[in-house]
């Protein structure tokens, strides 16, 4: 782990006294694409500036960066040779975290995450004749 992906600035006119970045471990779970539940096998680290919003006074999480090890989807949904996001073109996330599920347990916590404006990608490798348009 490091915090070489925290940002370097806050939110304007945030207070630095009550801004934190972390870095989070996701050890498992299920991540949801569309009508995919994909299961979270290999640990995933997320970078987060977490916050009160200067304007509303709100808690903020800010999720900076995320990385992964490749995961397989389950069922052979793309096959063997399909896959969605590469080293240069990776999946990006916008993600907030919904602070009405966060679950304090023993030795970790939950939350659910949600991006809504995530934009369908198309695989890449997928056989010419699944491509749109063939």
Same mark, same amino acid.
């Given at each position: ?6 940002? #370097? $600035?806050? !939110? ?12 989070? %471990?996701? =050890?498992? &779970?299920?991540?949801? /694409?569309?009508?995919?539940? *994909?299961?979270?096998?290999?640990? /995933? $680290? +997320?970078?987060? *500036? ?8 709100? @808690?903020?999480?800010?999720? %900076?960066?995320?990385?992964? *090890?490749?995961?397989?989807? !389950? =069922?052979? %949904?793309?096959?063997? @040779?399909?896959?969605? &996001?590469?080293?240069?073109?990776? %999946? ?8 009405? @599920? ?7 916590? =939950?939350? @659910? +995450?949600? #991006?809504? $404006?995530?934009?369908?990608?198309? !695989? ?7 491509? !749109? &348009?063939?």
């Amino acid at each position: 782990m490091t915090y070489a992906d925290c940002p #370097d $600035s806050l !939110p304007v006119g945030a207070d630095p006294g009550n801004w934190i970045c972390d870095n989070i %471990v996701i =050890g498992g &779970g299920t991540m949801t /694409i569309g009508s995919i539940e *994909q299961p979270l096998t290999k640990p /995933i $680290s +997320m970078t987060v *500036q977490s916050g009160f919003d200067p304007a509303t006074g709100e @808690t903020r999480n800010i999720f %900076v960066k995320m990385r992964s *090890q490749q995961e397989t989807v !389950p =069922g052979g %949904v793309l096959g063997d @040779t399909c896959y969605i &996001g590469s080293k240069s073109e990776p %999946v990006k996330l916008n993600l907030e975290g919904d602070n009405d @599920t966060l679950k304090w347990y023993d030795d970790s916590i =939950g939350m @659910t +995450m949600n #991006d809504t $404006s995530f934009a369908k990608m198309l !695989p890449f490798g997928l056989p010419r004749n699944l491509r !749109p &348009g063939s």
